[in-house]
């Protein structure tokens, strides 16, 4: 990671904990524990699966363009 992709990073993070701090209940920022609880429920439910969706829809995309330079490559083979 660059040091630009760093710093875009790591101001796109604050945007979203600022996001996730407004929609955590109070009672769970009281105290440390309690705070690693609520992030890391963020983390498992909001943040992860977004992630993860992510990557997975890139690499189809990216299966999807390999199969299609593939059938593009058997086409003008034929010809």
């Known amino acids: 990671m660059t040091a630009e992709e760093s710093k875009i990073l ?3 993070l604050q945007a979203a904990a600022a996001i996730l701090l407004k929609n955590t209940p109070k ?3 009281k105290d440390f524990a309690s705070i690693e609880l609520a992030v ?3 983390v ?3 943040v ?3 992630i993860g969706n992510f990557f997975k829809q890139q690499q189809q995309n990216k299966s999807r363009e ?3 330079d593939s059938n593009l490559s058997r086409s003008m083979a034929s010809q």
Do not use: F, G, N, W
Request: aromatic share 0%; net charge positive; proline share 6%.
């Open 66 to 68: 390999t199969k299609r």
């Open 10 to 12: 790591q101001k796109h």
């Open 27 to 29: 009672e769970q920022l």
């Open 40 to 42: 890391r429920d963020h």
């Open 48 to 50: 992860a699966p977004e």
């Open 44 to 46: 498992l439910t909001q």
